[in-house]
């Protein structure tokens, strides 16, 4: 560093604080990515949440009408298929929200309930969604085997080609021999999540953009003053550096120029303190070349 010039050392300078802020600004946008990401992956398991506990509890409202009929059935008002009628009937034309609707299956697949089309009394168990997976037997295996389950598979919507993703949940009500299920598409989510993604990235891209500016602008106005610097600086020395080299010439009546001499810096101060020595060294020559004239006279008038 010593045999380094001063501007080129200031230049340096300039590029570790480019190099500096560059990485800052990266990091800060890394920064908001992973924080976008994270609020996107929470509202996802929320919304999902959302839907698993709503879907569920819709069927834990059919399960306690079947439960009140069964007592019902249990206290002579009915007989068994009776019940069973009054039930199917109940469920059959129970909604809930944007369009939501409850099925029913017996354990071996026979179908009771599904909005008294004509899958009504088929046995659908090997039923397959648009991917082959056969989901109702799945859907009744949760319910019977696990008492209640979520079960995921794809279908299209009604007037679509294109198969969508659906999930539901069963549960199994052992007094009838009935899994009782309810879903709905979940696209709706992804769709959500989408929209939630592209406002978010366009939040942070905004942001982003007016990080890099005031960064630019930071760097501008940094190099203006460190070029602004480094000119001071190299011409304040070039002017001591000259008034050096005509003391080196021996030329002791040149004063040092009355604007560097005004400065109250480190410049200022070298200055001075040449201007000092300068006069120091003419009055200290002027003093030797009088005595030196004295000495002549002596030296004649000995002779």
């Known amino acids: ?20 802020v560059a990485s800052e600004s990266f990091i800060s946008i890394q920064n908001m990515n992973q ?40 206290a002579g008002r009915y007989s068994l298929d009776e019940a069973k009628k009054i039930a199917a009937d109940e469920i059959r034309q129970m909604r809930y929200g944007n369009g939501g609707y409850f099925w029913v299956d017996q354990s071996d697949g026979k179908n009771i309930v599904l ?15 648009a991917e082959g997976y056969q989901m109702v037997k799945e859907i009744i295996r949760v319910a019977v085997q696990d008492g209640g389950g979520y079960t995921d598979y794809v279908f299209p919507k009604e007037g679509e080609t294109e198969p969508s993703p659906k999930r539901s949940y069963s549960e199994y009500f052992k007094p009838f021999d009935w899994v009782v299920g309810t879903g709905n598409y979940t696209d709706y989510i992804d769709t959500a999540i989408a929209q939630q993604d592209e406002e ?35 011409k304040s020395l070039r002017k001591i550096k000259e008034q050096f080299e005509v003391i080196a ?55």
């Open 35 to 74: 924080l976008k990401n994270k609020a996107l992956d929470t509202m996802d398991t929320s919304s999902r949440q959302n839907y698993d506990d709503s879907i569920k509890e819709q069927v834990s409202v059919v399960i306690s009408l079947l439960s009140e009929i069964n007592n019902e059935y249990k």
């Open 249 to 303: 010439g021996g030329n002791f009546a040149t004063k040092m120029q009355q604007p560097m001499l005004k400065r109250k810096d480190d410049f200022g101060q070298l200055a001075s303190a040449l201007e000092t020595m300068r006069e120091s060294v003419r009055s200290l020559l002027a003093q030797v070349k009088s005595e030196a004239a004295n000495i002549d006279k002596v030296v004649e008038t000995i002779d």
């Open 1 to 20: 560093m010593k045999n380094i010039k001063v501007r080129t050392k200031l230049t340096i300078i300039v590029a570790l604080v480019l190099v500096l």
């Open 200 to 234: 978010f990235t366009s939040y942070a891209s905004s942001k982003a953009i007016s990080l890099i500016l005031c960064s630019v602008c930071m760097l501008i106005v940094v190099a203006i003053l460190v070029a602004l610097i480094a000119i001071d600086i190299t």
């Open 115 to 129: 909005l008294g089309n004509s899958t009504e009394g088929t046995n659908r168990m090997n039923t397959k969604d």
